[in-house]
T-cell receptor, first 116, second 115 residues
Framework: AQKVTQAQTEISVVEKEDVTLDCVYE???????LFWYKQPPSGELVFLIR????DEQNEISGRYSWNFQKSTSSFNFTITASQVVDSAVYFC?????????????WGLGTSLAVNP | NAGVMQNPRHLVRRRGQEARLRCSPV?????VYWYRQLPEEGLKFMVY????????ESGMPKERFSAEFPKEGPSILRIQQVVRGDSAAYFC?????????????FGQGTRLTVV
């Protein structure tokens, strides 16, 4: 069965620190997608990244970077030089295959607090 | 281009009342997904619909919950005879197709509070 584990429930850092959010997934599918979403205090879900299972290249977008390692079934997310505005709950998710169905399996989220 | 629009943003219902949550997908999107986020938890898939068809409702509670996506108009998630345990944030997402490489766009959610 597919599963996404975000072992860190809460993380608190001081502004400008680097922080890594862990995500470990389980799937038997050979083709799948992994996602990260941000949920700020206002509650909406903000899409950050989608990564397919055949592309293990790390991705960098500004202060954000993602490390995808199939060997360890991990898709970790690093924020460099964190800012107060990064405070949010971050969710990792896995897309499930199966015919015409496509639904996301979500981790429980990591609540990040960046303090000034 | 408008994104996924959900309304209302906040909904308060007394126990036993009905709750109707609306989701207007991105223009041109024919696939809609509903997710529920209970307090302090991640999102859980509820139902996947295409226009006029329910494709997968494996995440829907067996009773009191129903969903539709008519040919015209928004998708509706309906909860009859609400109970306190239904209090949650309900998110709708839409996509142009069902392929894995199609991104689902999420609405801002409807926060249902049952008192």
């Amino acid at each position: 069965a597919q599963k996404v584990t975000q072992a860190q429930t809460e993380i608190s850092v001081v502004e400008k620190e680097d922080v890594t959010l862990d995500c470990v997934y389980e799937t038997r599918d050979t083709t799948y997608y992994l996602f990260w979403y941000k949920q700020p205090p206002s509650g909406e879900l903000v899409f950050l990244i989608r990564r397919n299972s055949f592309d293990e290249q790390n991705e960098i977008s500004g202060r954000y970077s993602w490390n995808f390692q199939k060997s360890t079934s991990s898709f970790n997310f690093t924020i460099t030089a964190s800012q107060v505005v990064d405070s949010a709950v971050y969710f990792c998710a896995l897309s499930e295959t199966g015919g015409n169905n496509r639904k996301l399996i979500w981790g429980l989220g990591t609540s990040l607090a960046v303090n000034p | 281009n408008a994104g996924v629009m959900q309304n209302p943003r906040h909904l308060v219902r007394r126990r036993g009342q009905e709750a109707r949550l609306r989701c207007s997908p991105v223009k041109g999107h024919s696939h809609v997904y509903w997710y529920r986020q209970l307090p302090e938890e991640g999102l859980k898939f509820m139902v996947y619909l295409q226009k006029e068809n329910i494709i997968d409702e494996s995440g829907m509670p067996k009773e009191r919950f129903s969903a539709e996506f008519p040919k015209e108009g928004p998708s509706i998630l309906r909860i009859q005879q609400v109970v306190r345990g239904d209090s949650a944030a309900y998110f709708c997402a839409s996509s142009p197709g069902s392929g894995l490489n199609t991104e689902a766009f999420f609405g801002q959610g409807t926060r249902l509070t049952v008192v």
